[in-house]
């Protein structure tokens, strides 16, 4: 029984449907091999970076709509940025049936949303201009300064956390390395992840948490000196 594409807007060409048919033994595949490697990067995560693959985003773009489709068969829904060059997936939101969950959640510790929304404002800055958004170690860790837990805990504990919040947004491919040493560029998929709206929620929920000592010290209660927990406060990103 064949199937018909000729409603999709997927370009299936004889010599590339030969040569996807031969990628493997048994392939039973439509699409082209950068198609495949579009849709893998999708639902491995955290995202899609167009910048870093011409082909592949080439590949996104052509067929998209198929594309969306496959995913709309795992229960993920696609987002397409195409100005950033950016796309990914999320879980679809569940109506009358409970869905299975394909994509893994990253939890965040309060350290890392805090360097989340720091990175989102300083990516705000140069919206519009042209401009990356760069920025250093030293600046991430004299705006983290205010979450040390209290003025007698092992400053080295804290930047040990610092970097580690730093490495988990270059492992994300939130930050990117530079030229430079110690200096990074946001990834302009934050613009996606989080929106304005909830900037202003974010910003105006941590401002009364460290305006207040006695909330810091209460959070902190519970939280070994030697690990981070999952902050309450923070929205886990999609891998």
């Known amino acids: 029984m064949s199937t018909d594409l000729s409603e999709t807007n997927l370009t299936v060409h004889p010599e590339e449907n030969a040569d996807s048919a031969a990628l493997f033994v048994g392939d039973t595949g439509q699409f082209d091999v950068d198609t495949r490697r579009a849709l893998v990067r999708l639902i491995r995560g955290p995202f899609l970076d167009g910048s870093a693959d011409e082909l592949v985003w080439a590949a996104l773009l052509r067929n998209q709509a198929v594309v969306r489709q496959y995913l709309s068969e795992i229960f993920l829904?696609?987002?397409?940025?195409?100005?950033?060059?950016?796309?990914?997936?999320?879980?679809?939101?569940?109506?009358?049936?409970?869905?299975?969950?394909?994509?893994?959640?990253?939890?965040?510790?309060?350290?890392?949303?805090?360097?989340?929304?720091?990175?989102?404002?300083?990516?705000?800055?140069?919206?519009?201009?042209?401009n990356r958004a760069i920025v250093g170690l030293d600046d991430i860790t004299a705006q983290l300064q205010p979450y040390q837990r209290d003025a007698t805990s092992d400053h080295s504990i804290h930047l040990k956390r610092i970097n580690g919040a730093v490495k988990k947004m270059r492992d994300n491919g939130i930050l990117r390395s530079t030229t430079t040493e110690a200096r990074f560029e946001i990834s302009p998929v934050l613009r996606i992840l989080f929106p304005p709206e909830q900037i202003a929620a974010l910003t105006d929920s941590y401002e009364r948490f460290t305006d207040s000592n006695e909330q810091f010290t209460a959070a902190s209660d519970d939280v070994s000196e030697s690990e981070d927990v999952p902050a309450e406060e923070s929205d886990p990103l999609d891998e």
């Open 77 to 130: 829904t696609l987002m397409v940025d195409d100005a950033e060059r950016v796309a990914f997936c999320q879980q679809a939101s569940e109506a009358d049936v409970a869905f299975p969950k394909l994509l893994r959640r990253v939890p965040l510790t309060l350290i890392d949303s805090a360097l989340l929304l720091f990175l989102r404002q300083q990516l705000s800055t140069v919206t519009g201009t042209g």
